[in-house]
Nanobody
């Protein structure tokens, strides 16, 4: 059974940085595409970034390109989201997710989800 636990959220001023971590437990981490999603109050959950298990290809939402970086450490079974130049509109609950597809960024393709970590960016 796959379990995901996020950490690293918090309150930061605009222009600041945070690094989110997601620890994976269960089956073979290296065979999962890992993604980060976020959901602001009253909004739908949206894709932020993903890193595939095949070739480690990266995908980003246009709104975070150039500011956020996703990475993974297969030995530690951990995926990271480095967030720089944060903006108030980045405020949301951030979720880590796992998919057994080779590469995807569709919410419906991710079978396993963490509980989320709150990121709040003040102006």
């Amino acid at each position: 059974q796959v379990q995901l636990v996020e950490s690293g959220g918090g309150l930061v001023q605009a222009g600041g940085s945070l690094r989110l971590s997601c620890v994976f437990s269960g089956r073979t981490f290296s065979f999962y595409t890992m993604g980060w999603f976020r959901q602001a109050p009253g909004e739908e959950r949206e894709f932020v970034a993903a890193i595939s298990w095949s070739y480690g290809s990266l995908s980003y939402a246009d709104s975070v390109k150039g500011r956020f970086t996703i990475s993974r450490d297969n030995a530690k079974k951990t995926v990271y989201l480095q967030m720089n130049s944060l903006k108030p509109e980045d405020t949301a609950v951030y979720y880590c997710a796992a998919s057994n597809l080779a590469t995807t960024k569709r919410t419906s393709d991710f079978d396993h989800w963490g509980q989320g970590t709150q990121v709040t960016v003040s102006s």
